[in-house]
């Protein structure tokens, strides 16, 4: 059974920091790419930042230079540091992880609030 636990959420004031983690189980971790996307309140879901399986990360243009993925493959786990947030980063996160010819999965979501 394939399962993707985020935490790390929660409140932080504009400026802050925060690091989320996904951890997998289930799935051969280092084949997938790993993906943390965000909805916020009447919003579609978007992407954020990925990582593929050869190590290649990409990013929403809106966090660039301010958020960073990266994973452990000994730990199964997939991160997104989030340095200098923003009020517009409010949203639930939810990791992703998607192998070609696989499917994909997801986790259940964290709830991110940037509040002064």
């Known amino acids: 059974q394939v399962q993707l636990v985020e935490s790390g959420g929660g409140l932080v004031q504009p400026g802050g920091s925060l690091r989320l983690s996904c951890a997998a189980s289930?799935?051969?971790?280092?084949?997938?790419?790993m993906g943390w996307y965000r909805q916020a309140p009447g919003k579609q879901r978007e992407l954020v930042a990925a990582?593929?399986?050869?190590?290649?990360?990409n990013y929403a243009d809106s966090v660039k230079g301010r958020f960073t993925i990266s994973r452990e493959i000994a730990k199964n786990t997939v991160y997104l540091q989030m340095n200098s947030l923003k009020l517009e980063d409010t949203a639930v996160y939810y990791c992703?992880?998607?192998?070609?010819?696989?499917?994909?999965?997801w986790g259940q979501g964290t709830q991110v609030t940037v509040s002064s």
């Open positions: 992703n992880g998607n192998r070609r010819g696989w499917g994909g999965y």
């Open positions: 990582i593929t399986s050869d190590g290649s990360r």
């Open positions: 289930g799935i051969i971790f280092s084949m997938y790419t």
